[in-house]
Nanobody
Framework: VQLQAFGGGLVQAGGSLRLSCEAS????????MGWQRQVPGKQREPVAW???????NYMDSVKGRFTISRDNAKNAIYLHMNSLKPEDTAVYYC?????????????WGPGTLVTVSS
């Protein structure tokens, strides 16, 4: 399984960006895809995630500003980020967790940098 991430870049505060992630390979149907982000010196934190059946959730600080969606036919997810703030600056990582077993298995895409200038 491989993940490819697209999007990211530099945007002014208040602006918008869209991240995309596509998974390829043999993917177990029961899965959750999402985005995590990391800034230097801090732990990676989950931002938004969406299950194959469509249920989604967000970290508190992005609720109302970010929207995650997915296209199961393409094994792809999208993160629409609006009203961006400087504190959203981070490297964003796409994650796929498949549940062939109860504990699940994680796959990661390469990070994509999002920089929000004030």
């Amino acid at each position: 399984v491989q993940l490819q991430a697209f999007g990211g870049g530099l945007v002014q505060a208040g602006g918008s960006l869209r991240l995309s992630c596509e998974a390829s390979g043999s993917i177990f149907s029961l899965n959750v895809m999402g985005w995590q982000r990391q800034v230097p010196g801090k732990q990676r934190e989950p931002v938004a995630w969406i299950a194959n059946h469509g249920a989604s959730n967000y970290m508190d600080s992005v609720k109302g500003r970010f929207t995650i969606s997915r296209d199961n036919a393409k094994n792809a997810i999208y993160l629409h980020m609006n009203s961006l703030k400087p504190e959203d600056t981070a490297v964003y990582y796409c994650n796929l967790k498949t549940y062939e077993t109860a504990s699940g298995r994680d796959y990661w895409g390469p990070g994509t940098l999002v920089t929000v200038s004030s």
